[in-house]
């Protein structure tokens, strides 16, 4: 029998009362492993009233001491990576090692976060006027909420609660529904690490837990990672709520291929990076963009062969490249979404759909998915597919490549291969998306740079972690004082100012 997850709430988990649930699947057999309780809006009330009374402690701590429990629940995952990937990889159907990638990018945020003490320093000046001194302070909003998406269960939940966290808010998460025992884990680490109860809670739910953090005056702002259609509309509701937002949705990220690159390392890089995680990752990359045609029949045939040699299974084998995909749903979807693609003129060159994995007949799984020769105007090049298929679109030339990933709706990532450094300056100074991979096919920026798209990638302002975060999460106090204090000037009736 499945067994029934909870919330965690006030240090504690707590049952879900609402009497609504979500089945938690195991990718690898489809069988339905646990129910997920999908919270009411009083008991993600309950949550927000438990983070308001935790935050004025914790946020009365020094920055040094809060910055001491983010080190020992750093101590805690790394005692506890195994098992922490094994759950990771059970539910969301990642392989072990690409787990224990996802937790490890989290652990490189929070690793930063020690550094909070420095990045919530103020600035001063002395004398901006007689006896008059100016300073900043950098003061944590309250209670702040994070939304996040199935496919980083471990990474992007700690990309928001760590800066939120050791800049002094109490955080409240809501995990995506589909995997959110990483999540409630990591609840129970921040709690042993030292964390004050009540500071990090998981809500559990759906659409109306989410439009219950929205709407509540007390959740000051709104962190979101998932689908463009859900993070635009969190961001024009919270902003209608009067909240700070930022959200990142999803993606479509090309990788041009310069005739001058190693066909092989680029073949290479779009395997890794267009099937890894089967497709499942906002950085992935979804098209090739090879310039001129001998460049794309020398790397359509390189990809064909590579293709033809991954691995497709269940999570926890060893040797498998990639595993199954989240949901029967969405192996359903992307299987809809290669269909259309060659009634639109796509021509196939591996057909990934109808896998069957012996012994696991009921896993959500897919085979990857080739297409050559898709152009612009296709649904299969326009919209985002999230899974095991990449398309090459052909340029005729680099300002041809460069238009494609430049007016393409979606700007999260991009890459270009080549062994000019002229035309690689050129892309990154012009290419109209946020983050650029030069011979790197996956450029997501380290813990201390920034990560955000462009376009319909990416609504609100600043970036998740790097110094953005600390902005994001802080409220900035500014004082201008007078000492000593007994001057006479008499009243003034006019605007201040420092001649
Ligand atoms: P999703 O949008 O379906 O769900 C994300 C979160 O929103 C979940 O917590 C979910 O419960 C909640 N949600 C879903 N529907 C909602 C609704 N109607 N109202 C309120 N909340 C709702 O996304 P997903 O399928 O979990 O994740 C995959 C998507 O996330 C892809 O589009 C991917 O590109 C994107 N993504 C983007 C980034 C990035 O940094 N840009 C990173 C990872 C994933």
């Known amino acids: 029998m499945a067994k029934t997850l909870t919330h965690f709430i006030g240090g504690a988990h707590r049952d879900g009362a609402s009497g609504r649930f979500a089945d938690v699947f195991d990718p690898s057999t489809g069988q339905v492993q646990a129910r997920v309780p999908l919270a009411s809006a009083a008991e993600v009330g309950e949550a927000i009233a ?51 990638g996802d937790i490890q990018r989290g652990v490189e945020v929070i690793e930063f976060c020690i550094g909070a ?24 909003l309250g209670v702040v909420a994070g939304i996040t998406p199935f496919n980083f269960p471990a990474m992007i939940p700690l990309w928001k609660a760590g800066p939120a966290l050791a800049a002094g808010n109490a955080f409240i998460l809501k995990p995506s529904e589909r995997d959110p025992s990483v999540p409630l884990r990591l609840a129970e680490l921040f709690l042993e690490a030292g964390l004050p109860a009540g500071v990090f809670s998981v809500v559990n739910g759906d659409k109306e837990a989410v439009d219950a953090l929205l709407a509540d005056d007390r959740v000051a702002a709104i962190g979101f990672v998932g689908s463009t259609p859900i993070a635009e509309y969190i961001y024009a509701t919270a902003a209608a709520h009067g909240k700070r937002a930022q959200c990142f949705g999803g993606a479509k990220n090309h990788l041009v291929v310069m005739p001058d690159a190693d066909l092989d390392q680029v073949a290479d890089a779009l395997i890794g990076a267009g099937y890894g995680s089967a497709g499942e990752r906002c950085m992935a990359i979804s098209v090739a963009v090879p310039v001129g045609a001998a460049t794309a029949d020398a790397l359509a045939a390189k990809l064909t062969e590579r293709v033809a040699a991954l691995a497709v299974g269940p999570s926890l084998r060893e040797g498998v490249d990639y595993g199954p995909l989240i949901t029967r749903d969405a192996v359903d979807r992307v299987s809809a979404a290669i269909q259309r693609g060659i009634d639109e003129g796509a021509v196939v060159l591996a057909d990934g759909r109808g896998l069957v994995v012996e012994g696991h007949e009921e896993g959500f799984y897919l085979g990857p998915t080739l297409l050559d020769h898709v152009t612009p105007d296709m649904a299969v090049y326009r919209e985002e597919i999230f899974g095991p298929v990449l398309v090459i679109t052909r340029a005729q030339s680099y300002e041809q490549a460069l238009g494609l990933a430049s007016d393409h709706e979606y700007g999260n990532g991009v890459a270009i291969y080549t062994r000019d450094g002229d035309t690689a300056r050129d892309f990154t100074a012009r290419v109209n998306v946020g983050m650029v991979g030069v011979n790197v096919p996956i450029p997501v920026p380290i813990a201390y740079y920034t990560f955000g798209g462009w376009k319909r990638s990416g609504f609100g302002d600043l970036n998740q972690h790097g110094a953005d975060a600390f902005r994001f999460y802080t409220k900035t106090k500014t004082v201008t004082s007078r000492w000593p204090s007994g001057t006479k000037e008499g009243a003034s009736f006019v605007i201040p100012t420092m001649d």
């Open 50 to 100: 438990t983070a308001e009374t935790a935050q004025r402690e914790w946020g009365s701590w020094n920055p040094q001491r809060r910055a001491r429990v983010l080190m020992r629940f750093l101590e805690l995952v790394a005692r506890d990576r195994d098992e922490l990937a094994e759950l990771l990889s059970r539910e969301h159907g990642k392989t072990l090692d690409d787990a224990k």
């Open 117 to 140: 003490p420095h990045l919530l320093k103020g600035e001063f000046s002395t004398g901006a006027g007689t006896g008059i001194d100016v300073y900043s302070l950098r003061q944590p």
